[in-house]
Antibody
Framework: EVQLVESGGGLVQPGGSLRLSCAASGFTFSTFSMNWVRQVPGKGLDWVSYINSGSDTIYYADSLKGRFTISRDNAKDSLYLQMDSLRDEDTAVYYC????????WGQGTLVTVSS | QAVLTQPSSLSASPGASASLTCTLRSGINVAPYRMYWYQQKPGSPPQYLLRYKSDSDKQQGSGVPSRFSGSKDASANAGILLISGLQSEDEADYYCMIWYNRASVFGGGTKLTVL
């Protein structure tokens, strides 16, 4: 069974940093691309970033303006999102999702940016 | 104007069919794009339903009932998610998505009420 488990969310002050992790199991992680998607509670889905299986193709949403960095460690079956210069508007539930199809999703981790 | 536009809400009766539309912005032709559909129920992450580009390029999500199907309306420049034999459990938010210019783009979502 495919499982994706996000962690690392929490309360952070504006301007601060957080690193999210997504632990994968139940499939050969190293052969799949991965994505981060966020959702403000009560609002729609907002794609954040994409990384291919070999980490040589990476895309970001234009709105992030270089503040976030996606990475992965295939030896550890893990996906990461380093978030810097956080703003109030980054407050959301962050999901990791598998493949170009987003065919499996984790339960999400809540990031709250507030002073 | 958003890349993908979905009606914010739709109501239908149990046993009936519901057609959820996802319209591409003027100037972006729906034909070459795979359109993806997701279902999200309150308190849960999104779930992949299916993708549809053409009758020869389509995929049903694992375990997704066949009463969920995809199509396109070229005249309306839109992708369509058809849900037949509506059940109360189909009440949820539905999101469409395409990959556009090296970015994943989600529609704003349609809240489907089954009453």
């Amino acid at each position: 069974e495919v499982q994706l488990v996000e962690s690392g969310g929490g309360l952070v002050q504006p301007g601060g940093s957080l690193r999210l992790s997504c632990a994968a199991s139940g499939f050969t992680f190293s052969t799949f691309s991965m994505n981060w998607v966020r959702q403000v509670p009560g609002k729609g889905l907002d794609w954040v970033s994409y990384i291919n299986s070999g980490s040589d193709t990476i895309y970001y949403a234009d709105s992030l303006k270089g503040r976030f960095t996606i990475s992965r460690d295939n030896a550890k079956d893990s996906l990461y999102l380093q978030m810097d210069s956080l703003r109030d508007e980054d407050t959301a539930v962050y999901y990791c999702a598998r493949d170009d199809d987003f065919d499996s999703w984790g339960q999400g981790t809540l990031v709250t940016v507030s002073s | 104007q958003a890349v993908l536009t979905q009606p914010s809400s739709l109501s239908a009766s149990p046993g009936a069919s519901a057609s959820l539309t996802c319209t591409l912005r003027s100037g972006i032709n729906v034909a070459p794009y795979r359109m993806y559909w997701y279902q999200q129920k309150p308190g849960s992450p999104p779930q992949y339903l299916l993708r549809y580009k053409s009758d020869s390029d389509k995929q049903q999500g694992s375990g997704v009932p066949s009463r969920f199907s995809g199509s396109k309306d070229a005249s309306a420049n839109a992708g369509i998610l058809l849900i037949s034999g509506l059940q109360s459990e189909d009440e949820a938010d539905y999101y469409c998505m395409i990959w556009y210019n090296r970015a994943s783009v989600f529609g704003g979502g349609t809240k489907l009420t089954v009453l």
